[in-house]
């Protein structure tokens, strides 16, 4: 894929803090409706699915110019576990962290996602989704309420941290529904 191509995709600068409060009305996802004890799980099993749809072989396909292929929503899903893993972390072992910045679409371009290999995506995605879950393992009763904060202002708790983190993954499960419905990438 060109470089050109790469950057015609649009930064995305909306505040997705609203899935919190109301079911997403492109993906369905509903937080209110997530046992959060079963989040670690849902992680896992989000990693498996971007693991069968990164082997299709159209994963590197745009569906149109300004839409990541598979393999760039897998790279950047990958990323989210990550990062999200490090939130996680932070909460648990320390009072009311304040998270460091983190520009989506800076990572995308500066890690290439555009020239990454869905076969090279996969195992690291695996990985950072295993991290994220293994710390929603192990959060105890008493700490789904330890706050964290981002440098807008955001005050999540480990708790809604999770629901949000979840909303992530299973948003761009749905962004690449054509998958595996079968269809043709351009429709």
Not at 77 to 95: K, P, S, Y
Not at 134 to 145: I, N, S
Not at 162 to 177: A, K
Request: proline share 5%; hydrophobic share 35%.
């Amino acid at each position: 894929m060109s470089t050109e191509q790469a950057a015609a995709i649009e930064p995305d600068t909306k505040d997705w803090t609203w899935v919190l409060e109301e079911s997403c009305p492109e993906c369905g996802f509903d937080a209110g409706a997530v046992d959060r004890t079963t989040l670690g799980r849902a992680v896992r099993d989000n990693a498996a699915f971007w693991a069968e749809v990164l082997g299709d072989p159209r994963s590197g396909t745009r569906p149109e110019p300004t839409v990541w292929s598979p393999t760039e929503y897998g790279c950047h899903v990958r990323d989210v576990n990550r990062v999200f893993a490090g939130r996680l972390e932070q909460m648990l072992t320390q009072d009311d962290p304040l998270f460091a910045n983190w520009d989506q679409d800076e990572t995308a371009v500066a890690d290439r996602y555009d020239e990454q290999r869905a076969a090279d995506v996969v195992p690291d995605l695996v990985a950072a989704a295993e991290l994220a879950a293994g710390w929603y393992d192990r959060v105890g009763d008493d700490d789904w309420d330890r706050p964290g904060r981002r440098s807008n202002g955001s005050v999540f708790t480990v708790d809604t941290l999770g629901r949000y983190h979840l909303h992530d993954l299973v948003h761009h499960r749905w962004d690449v529904r054509w998958v595996q419905a079968g269809q043709d990438a351009r429709h």
